[in-house]
C-alpha cells in the first residue's frame, strides 16, 4: 500500500536556465513543451533550455514558463508511475499548473491566461513603486499588526502577502509602505526583513486593477469541474463550480497566499507525503517547516521522481 500524496506547484522564483535539461528527450516533456509553443506561438523550449537569464525572469515569460514547467514534470512522473495524487495545490501562479494537472484548464487555454496575469500584474503598479519583503522570525499575527501599523503611521499601502511557513510571511505594498513596516517589525523582533528581487508588489491590493483585467479574460476560458480535488489560495478551500474556481482566482491575484494553511488542509485531507512537481526546492522546505511529520520531496528531473517514488512504498 502507496503512501496517499498530494503534489504540490511552485511560482515565480524557482526558474532557472536549462531547468527541463535533464528529462533529455523524454516523451511527456517533449510533448509538452511542444504544446506550450504553439499556445504561445513561440519557442518556449528554446527559451527555457538558452534563456537568456534576463528574458526568463521578465514576469511576462516566467509566469508560463513556471507553468509549462510544472505541467511538463507532472506528466513525466505519470507516464513513469500511473500514480495520480491525492490532491494538488500551487503556491500563487502554481495554482494554475495545479488547475492544469486537475484537469480544470486546459495548459493551451492556462498559457494565453497566465501571460496576460504576468503583463496586467506588471502594468498594475510602475516599476520601482512597489515592493515586497520576506519577513522572518515573526510568527504571521505579529506581521499583519507590523503592517496595519506602518500604513497608518505613513499612509502608505503594506499588507501580508504570502504566509509562507510559521516563521516566514512575504509584504507587498508601496516601496515607502515597505520600507515602513520592515522598520516597525524589526523593532517588534523579527530577525530579519530581506527586500525581494520582484518586479511588482504581487498578491496586495495594488494589483486589484491586475485582476478586474484576468477577470475579464477568466469570463471567456471554458472551465471544467475539477477531477481531483485542488486546495485554492484564497479560501484554502476545495471547490467545483467553474464559476466559483474563476471569483477564487480573480481574488487570489490580490489577495494573500495562504500557504500555511494549505499545506495543513492537503494533511488534514489524510496525504502522508507532499511532492513539489517542477524546479526548484522552495516549496519542500516550506512543507518540512509547517509540517515536520509530512514527508517531503521533488520531482524535477528523473532522478529526483524516482527518489519521491520510492519514498511513496
Known amino acids: ?50 534563456g537568456p537569464k534576463e528574458q526568463l525572469d521578465l514576469t511576462a515569460n516566467t509566469q508560463p514558463v513556471m507553468l509549462t514547467a510544472g505541467i511538463a514534470c507532472y506528466r513525466a512522473w505519470l507516464a513513469e508511475t500511473g500514480l495520480p ?48 519583503a520576506a519577513i522572518l522570525g515573526l510568527d504571521a499575527q505579529a506581521v499583519r499588526e507590523g503592517c496595519a501599523e506602518a500604513a497608518s503611521a505613513s499612509g502608505e499601502v503594506v499588507e501580508a502577502a504570502n504566509f509562507n511557513d510559521p516563521k516566514q510571511t512575504v509584504i507587498a505594498g508601496t516601496k515607502a509602505g515597505v520600507d515602513k513596516a520592515c522598520e516597525v517589525l524589526k523593532a517588534k523582533g523579527a530577525k530579519r526583513a530581506l527586500p525581494l528581487a520582484v518586479s511588482a508588489p504581487f498578491h496586495s491590493s495594488l494589483m486589484k486593477p491586475a485582476a478586474e483585467r484576468l477577470k475579464t479574460h477568466l ?32 481574488r487570489q491575484a490580490f489577495g494573500p497566499v495562504r500557504w500555511v494553511e494549505v499545506v495543513q488542509a492537503l494533511r488534514a485531507r489524510g496525504v502522508g507525503a507532499i511532492l513539489e512537481c517542477g524546479p526548484g526546492k522552495v516549496l519542500a522546505g516550506m512543507v518540512k517547516r509547517i509540517d515536520a511529520e ?18 511513496l512504498g
Open 219 to 250: 469570463a471567456a476560458v471554458t472551465l471544467a469541474a475539477p477531477q481531483i480535488p485542488v486546495v485554492n489560495n484564497i479560501d484554502v478551500a476545495v471547490v467545483s463550480d467553474p464559476d466559483a474556481i474563476r471569483d477564487a482566482l480573480y
Open 294 to 311: 509530512a514527508a517531503s520531496a521533488t520531482v524535477l528531473d528523473p532522478a529526483s521522481l524516482a527518489e519521491a517514488r520510492a519514498l
Open 1 to 50: 500500500m502507496s503512501t496517499a500524496f498530494a503534489f504540490v506547484f511552485p511560482g515565480q522564483g524557482s526558474q532557472t536556465v536549462g531547468m527541463l535539461d535533464a528529462w533529455g528527450d523524454h516523451p511527456a516533456v517533449a510533448a509538452t513543451l511542444a504544446e506550450a509553443s504553439a499556445a504561445l506561438n513561440e519557442d518556449i523550449g528554446a527559451l527555457i533550455k538558452n
Open 85 to 132: 495524487p491525492a490532491a494538488v495545490a500551487g503556491h500563487s501562479l502554481g495554482e494554475y499548473s495545479a488547475l492544469v494537472a486537475a484537469g480544470v484548464l486546459t495548459l493551451s487555454d492556462a498559457l494565453p491566461l497566465v501571460r496576460l496575469r504576468a503583463q496586467a500584474m506588471q502594468e498594475a503598479v510602475p516599476v520601482g513603486v512597489g515592493a515586497m
